[in-house]
C-alpha cells in the first residue's frame, strides 16, 4: 500500500469536506433526531459510495484520457469555478 497517496487523499478530502453541505447536512441530521450512529453511519455509507463512483469514473477515464490532460482540464475547471463564485455567479 501506498501511505503517501492514501495520507495525502485523506488530507486533501478531509479539508475539502469541511464545512461544506455535506457537514451542514449531518449536523442539521443530528440535531433533528439526536441519534449520533444513524446518522453518522449513513452518512459514512453515503460519502463511501460517492466516494467509489469517483475513483471509479477515474480509474476509467484514466485509461482514456492521459494523466496529464486530466490533471490541468481540473485545475482549470476549479480556476473557473473560483472566478465564477469570485463574481457571485454561482
Do not use: N, Y
Request: glycine share 8%; hydrophobic share 60%; aromatic share 10%.
Amino acid at each position: 500500500m501506498d501511505w503517501k497517496v492514501l495520507l495525502s487523499t485523506f488530507a486533501m478530502v478531509f479539508i475539502a469536506e469541511l464545512g461544506d453541505k455535506t457537514q451542514l447536512a449531518v449536523i442539521s441530521m443530528t440535531c433533528k433526531h439526536g441519534q449520533f450512529w444513524p446518522v453518522f453511519i449513513g452518512a459514512t455509507l453515503a460519502l463511501a459510495m460517492v466516494t467509489l463512483l469517483g475513483v471509479i469514473g477515474g480509474e476509467v477515464v484514466s485509461h482514456v484520457v492521459p494523466t496529464s490532460v486530466l490533471t490541468k482540464v481540473a485545475a482549470a475547471t476549479f480556476i473557473v469555478l473560483g472566478v465564477l463564485m469570485w463574481f457571485e455567479v454561482l
